[in-house]
Each structure stands twice: as structure tokens, then as C-alpha cells.
Nanobody
Framework: QLQLVESGGGLVQPGGSLRLSCAGSGITLDYSTIGWFRQAPGKEREGVSCISNSGGTTNYADSVKGRFTISRDNAKLTVYLQMNNLKPEDTAVYYC??????????????????????WGQGTQVTVSS
């Protein structure tokens, strides 16, 4: 059974940090581009960041550039999203997903939800004082 499981969400004050993890089971995560998305209440799902299978290519939404860092440890079949200087507008459910496109398209389609097939169940991130 193919499965992606997110963890690491929680409640944090503005300016704080969280690290999200995305673990794969029954899925060739180490051969896959992985993306992080988020969805706030009443809003569409938004692409946050993505990373190639080797980790050598990444892409970020303008809203998180300079604050979020995506990385992966293929030996552990895990992808991470380090989130620093969090803002209230970062509050959302965060999802990871497996990409269906080649690395060469990562910066063109990598932040589009339709470019992904398998999705995790999400982890809630709340930024509030």
C-alpha cells in the first residue's frame, strides 16, 4: 500500500519555527519528486515547495522564500520542510505529495497540485500568539 505520512505540525507563535516531515511507505519515495502544499480554510490548495529525487533541485513559492527550506534524506525515505519566521498567514493544513513529472519540469509545474498523484493526510500548522 502506497502511503505518505506527514508529521511535525502544531501551534507556534509568530516568528517561531517548525519542521515538518513526510515519510513514505510502500512508495519509491527516494526516486520521486516530493512537494509540500498547504490549504487554509476557505482557500485553494497552494504549492509551497518541492524537491527533486536527488535533492539537487528545489522550488519555492514566493510567499515562503527565505523562510522555508526543503530537504530530504533518501536513506530514511523522508522529506523535510523547515519553516522559520512563521507568520499567522502560514496557518494551514500542510500536505506532502508525490510528483509525476521529470526534474526538468520542477520549476514550471512543481507547485501545481495537478502534477502530483499520491497525497498524505496532512498536518495542521497554526501560527498564533
Amino acid at each position: 500500500q502506497l502511503q505518505l505520512v506527514e508529521s511535525g505540525g502544531g501551534l507556534v507563535q509568530p516568528g517561531g519555527s517548525l519542521r515538518l516531515s513526510c515519510a513514505g511507505s510502500g512508495i519509491t519515495l527516494d526516486y520521486s519528486t516530493i512537494g509540500w502544499f498547504r490549504q487554509a480554510p476557505g482557500k485553494e490548495r497552494e504549492g509551497v515547495s518541492c524537491i527533486s529525487n536527488s535533492g539537487g533541485t528545489t522550488n519555492y513559492a514566493d510567499s515562503v522564500k527565505g523562510r522555508f527550506t526543503i530537504s530530504r534524506d533518501n536513506a530514511k525515505l523522508t522529506v523535510y520542510l523547515q519553516m522559520n519566521n512563521l507568520k499567522p498567514e502560514d496557518t494551514a493544513v500542510y500536505y506532502c505529495a508525490r510528483g509525476t513529472f521529470p526534474t526538468s519540469q520542477l520549476r514550471t509545474v512543481g507547485l501545481q497540485a495537478r502534477s502530483y498523484d499520491y497525497w498524505g493526510q496532512g498536518t495542521q500548522v497554526t501560527v498564533s500568539s
